[in-house]
């Protein structure tokens, strides 16, 4: 992968941090942003460790992706063409924030609903392979109208919340 589209994608990637980070500190929720700490953001794909008002704590890894619109899946990145398992495997947060970029939408779930739910509907799962910074990476596609439903009805919590437009995003539209 070449440097300029490293920096390209890992300030994609900064975007969506900043609005979960806004979103945490909206509804009076302690963030501390560990992303680029060597042990606990790079090594262990935790972006956030968070602190709720009730004293508990989270460790957050955040997923912007930017064609959710389009499908209405995530991307579930199990294995990279290198042969490492992808961030479903490799990640020690134990809650996700998966964002759809074009409308704004933070989904949060934990890791554990998410492996439960993938475990229950593996066979009903499409497998697809992308490129994704000039390398192959194979992942699940998990429809999050289908997610929703399926949390609802198995007593699972799903966080959605729909962001809005700060000052710099109108700039940037007009």
């Known amino acids: ?20 980070h806004d979103f945490c500190i909206d509804k009076g929720i302690i963030c501390i942003n560990v992303g680029t700490d060597g042990f606990l953001g790079i090594e262990s794909g935790i972006d956030f460790i968070v602190q709720y008002q009730d004293g508990t704590t989270a460790r957050f890894d955040v997923k912007f992706d930017s064609v959710m619109h389009r499908s209405g899946n995530m991307f579930i990145e199990m294995y990279q063409d290198t042969g490492k398992k992808g961030w479903y495997y490799n990640s020690k947060a134990n809650c996700y924030c998966y964002i759809d970029e074009y409308n704004g939408i933070l ?46 009805n198995n007593n699972h919590r799903l966080v959605k919340y729909v962001r809005m437009l700060d000052v710099e995003d109108i700039d940037d539209i007009l």
């Open 107 to 152: 989904w949060m779930y934990t890791k554990k609903t998410l492996e439960e739910y993938i475990d229950s509907h593996k066979t009903m799962l499409r497998s697809i392979t992308k490129t994704i910074d000039n390398r192959e990476v194979t992942g699940l596609l998990v429809n999050i109208n289908k997610f929703s439903v399926w949390c609802e």
């Open 1 to 20: 992968m070449s440097n300029l589209q490293f920096n390209k994608d890992l300030e994609h990637g900064k975007v969506g941090e900043k609005w979960f």
